[in-house]
């Protein structure tokens, strides 16, 4: 996948409007005493940059299950004219296990998204921690299976053509007898979510992303690195971090206040921008 840069204007236009989200969605955990962390990149350039990693143009949270469950309810349950949330419960296409909170009368897209049935507007990536068995016969089924589920919800929507030959007959092959069997997006997130219910545990020690796969597992984490909240300045605002967030960094990118060299410093390859009046 070729990825670009942006100009600096653009660049800078995109950090403000996905930054006024990130304001919106902590007033709305905020005012509902739900719990949110800064995730991935986004935690990475809280700590190393105080906001932004500044050839970055995207932003990520993460909730706890429970927590994920409770926003989710929060805000499906009143008409936003501002927002949308996108869940498979409110686009049956929607092919992602995390959310993204999406702002109406925008466009942030990449090319493959001529393939959807929706919009995707200017967003913040809510990503979802669950439970994993103590058990590690049962971990081994259950990251496994959820690595499964995660590569035939991508490819029972999306067809990517800038694939190797082998790959590209792979993916479009799936992607045709997904359809045939009528396993689409919505049936594959239910089967999934039913199936990862088995294993919720309030005493279990660790939580796994489901959408973030290092190598041939989902991402896993300590619970108790997600316990505790500290604040951290990103741009003009303080957000919420984990307390262990050193622990989190090192296991994602190692020495990670080290910048990469500069030719390693790009963007996802956005096609389509539209700010609407934003």
């Not at 660049?11 to 719990?35: A, G, Q, R, W, Y």
């Not at 979802?128 to 499964?148: C, G, I, P, S, T």
Request: glycine share 2%; hydrophobic share 40%; proline share 3%.
């Amino acid at each position: 996948m070729k990825l670009k840069k942006y100009d600096d204007e653009t660049l800078k236009h995109i950090h403000n409007v996905e930054l006024m989200i990130l304001k919106d969605l902590i007033s709305f955990c905020d005012e509902n005493n739900l719990t949110y962390f800064m995730y991935a990149g986004s935690l990475l350039g809280t700590i190393r940059h105080e906001g932004f990693i500044p050839w970055d143009d995207d932003l990520d949270v993460v909730m706890l299950r429970d927590e994920f469950e409770k926003f989710k309810k929060l805000f499906l349950a009143s008409p936003n004219q501002k927002y949308e949330l996108l869940t498979n419960e409110a686009e049956k296409d929607y092919f992602y296990f995390f959310a993204k909170l999406s702002l109406k009368n925008t466009h942030f897209e990449e090319k493959w998204s001529s393939q959807l049935d929706f919009d995707m507007g200017f967003n913040i990536d809510i990503f979802v921690l669950d439970d994993l068995a103590e058990n590690k016969y049962k971990r081994f089924y259950q990251l496994k299976k959820a690595y499964l589920y995660n590569r035939l919800l991508i490819m029972s929507k999306i067809r990517l053509d800038d694939l190797p030959f082998i790959s590209k007959l792979i993916t479009h092959s799936m992607y045709h007898i997904l359809n045939i069997l009528k396993l689409n997006p919505s049936k594959l997130t239910k089967k999934c979510l039913n199936f990862l219910k088995k294993y919720s545990d309030a005493n279990s020690k660790n939580v796994f992303d489901i959408s973030a796969t290092a190598k041939e597992y989902p991402l896993i984490y300590d619970k108790d690195d997600f316990k505790d909240v500290i604040q951290v300045k990103f741009e003009d605002i303080y957000v919420n971090v984990p307390k262990n967030y050193d622990k989190i960094l090192t296991e994602l990118y190692g020495d990670y206040m080290q910048l990469p060299p500069e030719e390693d410093r790009y963007n996802h390859p956005i096609d389509i921008i539209d700010f609407g009046k934003y």
